[in-house]
């Protein structure tokens, strides 16, 4: 009980900018979310009123959001300045990457239909410099490869000191995300939500935004990196904690003995509210490294809506599994009572590595007082243990897509082993990946050299329809597994090694851009080759792909070649081959 008293406490006893900087995400000064974006200055092109919906007459279920987004050409511009800081966001100081000052990174917006820019300049000139990349989760960059933010894969890194503008249109709508793709940058806090209106599938009367969830090492993320990359590493990297959208408490007497870094207790949770009698949007969002999430609220039932950028029919549920990657949009009535507050709750799966599972926040009625503790109790729903995504039969996509007859099947096994210094790597379809942060695939593509290096780990689907690849997993551990450039059709997911058997629902199967695949199970996947590009797939813990557990898709390489490759690409290749001429990067890891 003194464990959970600690953890609970909601005084805060830092300020919300020496535990998260400039953000006001889990407080009450975030903001809620409108229906969709208005015309505002600095925004080149517009709507003729802030009453026009920007994707008109257009329905969830009742057009195509792969090839029926609107035309437009609204520009929403961001500008995103990437620093080291020194924040405490459960309480432990320890060094971070900030987008614009503050972690979690700002908010990104934009219509359905819309182009997102991003003008990122990387300032992480000392402590060491790094380079770095942004990659735009989920969304499909067709046409615009070079934009997918992967280092070595797509472009090369931003030097220190310099900057690249990435632009690309909002093709799908929901909740997504964005982060680094440099080495495991982002488990340092280099991460932010992105929200796409569109239509929506259930009405509701608040949007209270994104809710990011994530586990949290008080080690720099370079220190875990050479842990997990140390000769006779045995596998396993615990976190220290849990974290909501930034924040939660943390024990400052369980540190380590000797360990003399400024720890504050009851750094502050976060807290949100609900209007009694109306219906709420939270979008989860899982942005950590390695745990599994199984997030509730206490004493209300959630209406599932979405799974990643695609809309699913409604279902109720009292508890959602999130993995790294994964996000998951949800309607809460809030139908409880109005003089009262509840916990959100998010714990960290069993079969997660963490020495601290458990993260809370405060969902404030109308009518309680905000600075009370809430004495609600958690649903009785015991964790199965198995990391395992909701149940396909009940995951069904509200707009209807039938499974295309494959033209390829691909066997990609999970694996593991020890090389000749003794660290453990994964691999993925029997290799372990690097990159070359220097020699980017895109670009080689583009010169016509298809002499792939072995651990490069590219596979060449040509034209290809539709390639279906099934990934068993005789390991321990769970894995998110993530397709860039396309969702996939998810046709099996259970226990051993796929035997053959049933599509799940193959005249409309889940489609989503992460599945997990759970310990000594299996995945059955399927994707279609439409979109000309070098797409990465790979494990989504950040651990697990910088131990080599990524490989490249190749899609349509005749029609990639004949894209233009913008020149801020290759100018970014010659500033980061001039910067790697003085100073050499420290990539002890597979660079992802």
């Given at each position: 009980?003194?464990f959970?008293t600690?953890?609970s406490?909601?005084?805060?006893?830092l300020s919300p900018?020496?535990?998260n900087?400039?953000?006001?995400w889990?407080?009450?000064?975030?903001?809620?979310?409108?229906?969709?974006?208005h015309?505002?200055?600095?925004?080149s092109?517009?709507?003729?009123?802030?009453f026009t919906?920007?994707?008109?007459?257009k329905?969830?279920?009742?057009?195509?959001?792969?090839?029926?987004?609107?035309?437009?050409?609204?520009?929403?511009?961001?500008?995103?300045?990437?620093?080291?800081?020194?924040?405490?966001?459960?309480?432990?100081?320890?060094?971070?990457?900030?987008?614009?000052?503050?972690?979690?990174?700002?908010?990104?917006?934009?219509?359905?239909?819309?182009?997102?820019?991003?003008?990122?300049?990387?300032?992480?000139?000392?402590?060491?410099?790094?380079?770095?990349?942004?990659h735009?989760h989920?969304?499909l960059?067709?046409?615009?490869?070079?934009?997918?933010?992967?280092?070595?894969?797509?472009?090369?890194?931003?030097?220190?000191?310099?900057?690249?503008?990435?632009?690309?249109?909002?093709e799908?709508?929901?909740?997504?995300w964005?982060h680094?793709?440099?080495?495991?940058?982002?488990s340092?806090?280099l991460?932010?939500?992105?929200?796409?209106?569109?239509?929506?599938?259930?009405?509701y009367?608040?949007?209270?935004?994104?809710?990011?969830?994530?586990?949290?090492?008080?080690?720099?993320?370079?220190?875990?990196?050479k842990?997990?990359?140390?000769?006779?590493?045995?596998?396993?990297?615990f976190?220290?904690?849990?974290?909501?959208?930034?924040?939660?408490?943390f024990n400052?007497?369980t540190?380590?003995?000797?360990?003399?870094?400024?720890?504050?207790?009851?750094?502050?949770?976060?807290?949100?509210?609900?209007?009694?009698?109306?219906?709420?949007?939270?979008?989860?969002?899982n942005?950590?490294?390695?745990?599994?999430?199984r997030?509730?609220?206490?004493g209300?039932k959630?209406?599932?809506?979405a799974?990643?950028?695609?809309?699913?029919k409604?279902?109720?549920?009292?508890?959602?599994?999130?993995?790294?990657g994964?996000?998951?949009?949800?309607v809460?009535?809030?139908d409880?009572?109005?003089?009262?507050a509840?916990?959100?709750?998010?714990?960290?799966?069993?079969?997660s590595?963490?020495?601290?599972?458990?993260?809370?926040?405060?969902?404030?009625?109308?009518?309680?007082?905000t600075?009370?503790?809430?004495r609600?109790?958690p649903?009785d729903?015991?964790?199965?243990?198995?990391?395992?995504?909701?149940?396909?039969?009940i995951?069904?996509?509200?707009?209807?897509?039938?499974?295309p007859?494959?033209?390829?099947t691909?066997?990609?096994?999970?694996?593991?082993?020890r090389?000749?210094?003794?660290?453990?790597?994964?691999?993925?379809g029997?290799?372990?990946a690097?990159v070359?942060?220097?020699?980017?695939?895109?670009?080689?593509?583009?010169n016509?050299?298809?002499?792939?290096?072995p651990?490069?780990n590219?596979?060449n689907f040509?034209?290809?329809?539709s390639i279906?690849?099934?990934?068993?997993?005789?390991?321990?551990?769970?894995?998110?597994i993530?397709?860039?450039?396309?969702?996939?059709?998810?046709?099996?997911?259970?226990?051993?090694?796929?035997?053959?058997?049933?599509?799940v629902?193959p005249?409309?199967?889940?489609?989503?851009?992460?599945?997990?695949?759970?310990?000594?199970?299996?995945i059955?996947?399927?994707?279609?080759?439409?979109?000309?590009?070098?797409?990465?797939?790979h494990?989504?813990?950040?651990?697990?792909?910088?131990?080599?557990?990524?490989?490249?898709?190749?899609?349509?390489?005749?029609e990639?070649?004949?894209?233009d490759?913008?020149a801020?690409?290759?100018?970014?290749?010659?500033?980061w081959?001039?910067?790697?001429?003085?100073?050499?990067?420290?990539?002890?890891?597979?660079?992802?």
């Amino acid at each position: 009980m003194e464990f959970l008293t600690r953890l609970s406490c909601l005084t805060a006893a830092l300020s919300p900018s020496l535990q998260n900087g400039k953000s006001t995400w889990g407080t009450f000064n975030a903001p809620t979310l409108p229906r969709w974006m208005h015309s505002s200055s600095g925004v080149s092109g517009g709507y003729r009123s802030s009453f026009t919906i920007p994707w008109g007459n257009k329905k969830s279920g009742d057009c195509n959001p792969y090839t029926e987004a609107p035309v437009t050409e609204v520009v929403r511009r961001y500008d995103f300045n990437i620093s080291r800081g020194v924040i405490a966001p459960d309480g432990y100081e320890k060094s971070v990457i900030l987008v614009n000052g503050q972690f979690p990174g700002p908010l990104i917006e934009a219509n359905w239909g819309e182009y997102i820019e991003v003008r990122v300049h990387n300032n992480i000139v000392d402590g060491p410099a790094e380079g770095t990349a942004l990659h735009w989760h989920g969304f499909l960059q067709t046409g615009s490869p070079w934009e997918d933010g992967v280092p070595g894969v797509t472009q090369c890194p931003i030097a220190p000191g310099r900057s690249m503008t990435y632009k690309f249109r909002a093709e799908l709508y929901g909740t997504s995300w964005y982060h680094s793709h440099y080495s495991a940058q982002y488990s340092g806090g280099l991460f932010g939500p992105i929200v796409v209106y569109g239509p929506t599938n259930m009405q509701y009367d608040v949007d209270l935004g994104p809710i990011m969830v994530n586990d949290w090492w008080h080690e720099d993320y370079f220190t875990v990196v050479k842990e997990v990359m140390s000769p006779g590493f045995q596998g396993r990297t615990f976190s220290d904690n849990n974290l909501i959208n930034g924040r939660m408490n943390f024990n400052c007497s369980t540190v380590d003995a000797g360990d003399k870094t400024n720890c504050t207790d009851n750094a502050g949770l976060s807290k949100f509210k609900f209007q009694s009698g109306k219906t709420h949007r939270l979008r989860f969002i899982n942005s950590g490294s390695d745990g599994v999430q199984r997030i509730s609220i206490d004493g209300h039932k959630m209406t599932v809506i979405a799974n990643d950028l695609v809309e699913v029919k409604p279902y109720e549920t009292t508890v959602v599994t999130v993995g790294v990657g994964q996000r998951v949009d949800v309607v809460v009535k809030a139908d409880g009572d109005p003089r009262s507050a509840y916990w959100l709750r998010a714990n960290m799966t069993s079969c997660s590595t963490a020495k601290q599972p458990l993260a809370m926040a405060a969902i404030y009625y109308d009518k309680v007082d905000t600075s009370s503790t809430p004495r609600s109790t958690p649903w009785d729903v015991p964790d199965p243990g198995t990391c395992a995504n909701d149940d396909l039969a009940i995951t069904e996509p509200y707009y209807p897509i039938a499974l295309p007859e494959p033209s390829w099947t691909q066997n990609m096994d999970i694996g593991t082993f020890r090389n000749e210094s003794d660290n453990l790597l994964w691999t993925f379809g029997g290799v372990a990946a690097r990159v070359d942060y220097n020699d980017p695939t895109l670009l080689q593509v583009k010169n016509n050299d298809f002499e792939f290096a072995p651990d490069m780990n590219v596979m060449n689907f040509g034209t290809n329809s539709s390639i279906r690849i099934i990934v068993n997993n005789p390991t321990p551990a769970p894995h998110p597994i993530h397709a860039h450039g396309v969702n996939m059709y998810i046709l099996s997911a259970g226990a051993g090694n796929y035997n053959g058997t049933e599509v799940v629902r193959p005249a409309n199967p889940l489609r989503r851009d992460v599945q997990m695949v759970q310990p000594f199970g299996h995945i059955v996947v399927q994707m279609d080759v439409a979109n000309a590009g070098i797409w990465p797939f790979h494990c989504h813990i950040a651990w697990h792909a910088s131990a080599g557990f990524f490989s490249q898709m190749v899609f349509l390489p005749d029609e990639l070649r004949g894209l233009d490759v913008p020149a801020d690409v290759e100018r970014t290749c010659r500033e980061w081959d001039e910067f790697t001429g003085r100073v050499a990067p420290n990539q002890i890891d597979s660079g992802l």
